[in-house]
């Protein structure tokens, strides 16, 4: 069955950085898009990051710059570079097929900003 596993969080002061990972397993990892989400207290799920399988990415303007989003077919992993946090990126993120996700989501990883 499909799974994903993220990691990388943490507690970080603003300004700070922080990499996540997502590895994915039970398809086939390599040919499909990845995006990472996020999901704040009273929030709904967004997107804040997405690569397809040629390499293009995606950003809101709200992380862009900041964030960037890598992949390691490989590895079945895919990376969450995040610097330059603020106190609003605090939020649990996850990782999902991209742009169409499949309807299992990982337990997901808790960053937090703040001093």
């Known amino acids: 069955q499909v799974q994903f596993v993220e990691a990388g969080g943490g507690l970080v002061q603003p300004g700070g950085s922080l990499r996540l990972s997502c590895v994915g397993s039970g398809y086939i990892f390599s040919i499909y898009g990845m995006g990472w989400y996020r999901q704040a207290p009273g929030e709904q799920r967004e997107l804040v990051a997405g690569?397809?399988?040629?390499?293009?990415?995606n950003y809101p303007d709200s992380v862009k710059g900041r964030f960037t989003i890598s992949r390691d077919n490989a590895k079945n992993t895919v990376y969450l570079q995040m610097n330059s946090l603020k106190p609003e990126d605090t939020a649990v993120y996850y990782c999902?097929?991209?742009?169409?996700?499949?309807?299992?989501w990982g337990q997901g990883t808790q960053v937090t900003v703040s001093s």
């Open positions: 999902n097929k991209w742009p169409v996700n499949f309807n299992y």
């Open positions: 690569i397809l399988v040629g390499g293009s990415t």
